[in-house]
């Protein structure tokens, strides 16, 4: 068999670059969270060296875009309703538009361990870590599995803890003579800068039209008619008088200078999700 001995060498060509397209990741949208308690300067100027911080923090990292610095100056952190840039921020997190969640820590973060299970596991459903610097923790983690399951069990006793101070501060406060009554719905009383009850004169006179037409013998129904025709309003400022808000008024010991205390009592701690 014959063999063809010409062979073409073909050379190889240098390469100048790498022509070869690399896949390219999206950068992760971070923000950071920043809180001090109080408005003094020494903790304004914490403040300002958080935000410094954070915002250098992130910027030099080439695989994350900074998302936004959150910032509550001077609020205390006992309620998160007042925290205007940290619900700000979860609702930027639920709208899609953060990835991930950078703070100084667990106490920065939440009021309270209730607080922090509740925003970690919001965030956790949209695959939102939360990376707690001081603690080197991030929510996503195997560490941060083990956070929840501790902080599950704090909760719990946080609760009952929170649930029996709050019962002994009322019972206190009615040893004190002291006690609470929704004056706003309480037909002929008002408080004063005092928090004391004091008299509506026009509202008692409601009041003691309702105690004496009873007296007399009309019906709660009888009553009512009665209170409509003349344009009376109720406690809440409606036009229509139910029996059933009659029978309250007549039945409610507050009328006749007495308050009976703890009529009510709630056996059980409202219970609380700490499950996984």
Known sequence: MAINRN???????????????????????VAAYC???????????????????????IKNNPEWDLAGIFADDGISG??????????????????????MIITKSISRFARNT?????????????????F???????????????????????AQQESQSLSQNVKLGIQYRYQQGEIQVNHKRFLGYTKDENKRLVIVPEEAEVVKRIYREYLEGASLL??????????????????KW??????????????????????????LISSQKTGG
């Open 35 to 57: 809180r001090v308690s109080t408005d003094s300067d020494e903790q304004a100027t914490s403040y300002e060296v958080q935000i410094e911080h954070y915002t250098n923090y």
């Open 132 to 154: 707690f610097e001081k603690e080197n923790i991030n929510t996503m983690d195997s560490k941060g599995e083990i956070m929840l399951t501790i902080m599950a069990s704090l």
């Open 222 to 239: 009888q009553i009512a008619r009665g209170l409509e025709a003349d344009g009376i309003l109720t406690a809440a400022n409606k036009p």
């Open 242 to 267: 139910r029996p059933e808000t009659l029978r309250k008024i007549l039945q409610n010991e507050k009328y006749i200078g007495d308050a009976l205390l703890q009529k009510t009592y709630t056996q």
């Open 7 to 29: 062979v073409t060498v073909i050379p190889a060509r240098t390469r100048i670059g790498n022509n070869i397209k690399t896949e390219t990741r999206p950068k992760l949208r």
């Open 78 to 99: 006992t309620n998160t309703k007042k925290r205007e840039e940290f619900n700000r921020m979860i609702e930027e997190c639920m709208e899609g538009k953060i990835d």
């Open 114 to 130: 209730l607080d922090c299970l509740k925003y970690i596991r919001q965030l956790k459903d949209k695959n939102i870590p939360v």
